[in-house]
């Protein structure tokens, strides 16, 4: 019987590994994806959500990609390590010799989901959220809780939705820490963009949502239709990990410290020697190291590549008004050169899928 190398979840690396799929064909070994829908790329999430771009753009479907492996379209319900057995939700169990996680992460509880808030992630989500506001002609109060990269890109993303059909923005961004961890330049332009592309920034936390009305704490509210959670995120692992919300910790290699024949990458993982933030980039560049241990480990060899995510990255936020906001280290950069750069680099990524189909 082949070996079988397991992939959980569609993320950034997954689909690379499915890209490269006849390398483990070639090297004996059976592969299997499981996952129970699309990829969708988050670098292009925002232009989906502000129309700038078509759902279509941002999303793969891994049963289109030509190659030697297997699909299963569905969600694994918990994985057991000592037997090495998957079970899926519908109660099946698979076997594996080598498994891989990359199943990416969610927003971590906060009451504000049970009351009501749409999480900025699965990114799916927000292809949803745009057509109700699209439903509505732009005509809501929109809030977005969490000023962190990822909020501040979704509140300006649906006040250019708002723009684009014709409503006038009202879009409220609250949280106390505008980008934490930006150098304080890209702070400064983003307060002239949400200024300029009619966002209002509050610098406090949102306690509660209820009756229509956000609540901020001192009896200061604002009434808003709806309001984005954009608060933190915990990592997706199925169940039988005892890891918590940072994620299954991996070593160098990108093998679970529990199991070496785990692997798990991307947003469900922590690297312990290397602590990053949780942004699709580092998938995107594990995906070569993870590929060749994954086939190194299923082929019984202890060779293996190591992984060391780089301490400085570019981050580029699509600002809606046709500009990005740049940052790389501690420069930070806006203009129309930056969006440009965006989109170049995010279609280049997705080119790459299609162009094996
Ligand atoms: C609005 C927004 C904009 C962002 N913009 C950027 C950006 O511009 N650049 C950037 O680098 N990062 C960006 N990020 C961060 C980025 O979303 C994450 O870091 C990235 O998606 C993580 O990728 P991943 O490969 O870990 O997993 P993902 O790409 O999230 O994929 C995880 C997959 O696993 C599947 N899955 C989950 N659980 C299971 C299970 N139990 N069984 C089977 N399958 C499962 C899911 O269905 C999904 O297909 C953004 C995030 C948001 C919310």
């Known amino acids: 019987m082949t070996r079988q190398v397991v992939l959980i979840g569609a993320g950034h690396a997954h689909m690379e590994a499915l890209r490269q799929s006849k390398r483990f064909a070639n090297a004996g070994l059976t592969l299997t994806l499981i996952d129970p829908g699309a990829f969708w790329y988050s670098g292009a999430a925002t232009g989906v959500l502000s129309g ?4 279509a753009a941002a999303r793969l479907n891994p049963a289109d990609m030509a190659g030697p492996f297997l699909h299963v379209r569905q969600r694994v319900a918990s994985v057991n390590s000592v037997t090495r057995t998957v079970r899926l939700e519908d ?7 080598v498994l891989s996680l990359n199943t990416g992460s969610h927003i971590a509880h906060t009451p504000l989901l049970e009351a009501g808030a749409i999480p900025a992630k699965p990114v799916s989500a927000l292809a949803a959220l745009r057509a109700t506001v699209e439903t509505a002609g732009g005509r809501l109060r929109l809030a977005v809780a969490g000023a962190g990269a990822t909020g501040l890109e979704i509140a300006l993303s649906l006040a250019s939705l708002q723009r684009r059909l014709g409503a006038h923005p009202q879009m ?6 505008l980008l934490p961890g930006w150098p304080d330049k890209a702070r400064d332009l983003a307060r ?3 200024a300029r592309c009619g966002v209002e920034y ?10 229509g009305l956000i609540h901020f704490g001192e009896r200061r509210v604002a009434p808003v239709d709806i309001l984005v959670a954009a608060t933190g995120l915990s990592a997706n692992l199925p169940d039988g990990f005892d890891a918590s919300g940072d994620g299954l910790p991996v070593n160098e290699d990108l093998s679970w410290t529990g199991d070496g024949s785990v692997f798990a990458v991307g947003d469900c993982a922590r690297m312990v020697d290397h602590p990053r933030p949780r942004l699709g980039v580092f998938g995107v560049r ?3 190291i993870l590929i060749q ?14 992984y060391t995510p780089q ?10 008004d046709g500009t990005g906001l740049a940052r790389y280290g501690d420069l930070a950069f806006q203009g129309k050169p930056a969006l440009t750069l965006k989109r170049w680099l995010d279609g280049r990524f997705l080119q790459r899928f299609r162009e094996e189909h």
């Open 91 to 97: 109660g099946l169990e698979l076997s594996y010799d």
């Open 311 to 320: 301490s400085r990255w570019l981050s580029i936020l699509d600002v809606g």
């Open 293 to 306: 241990n994954l086939i190194n480990a299923a082929g019984g060899r202890t060779t293996r590549r190591r």
């Open 202 to 211: 509050v610098p406090r936390r949102v306690q509660d949502l209820s009756m």
């Open 52 to 55: 700038a771009l078509d759902p």
């Open 192 to 194: 002239d963009a949400m």
């Open 172 to 177: 409220v961004l609250a949280g106390p820490d």
């Open 286 to 288: 594990a995906a070569p």
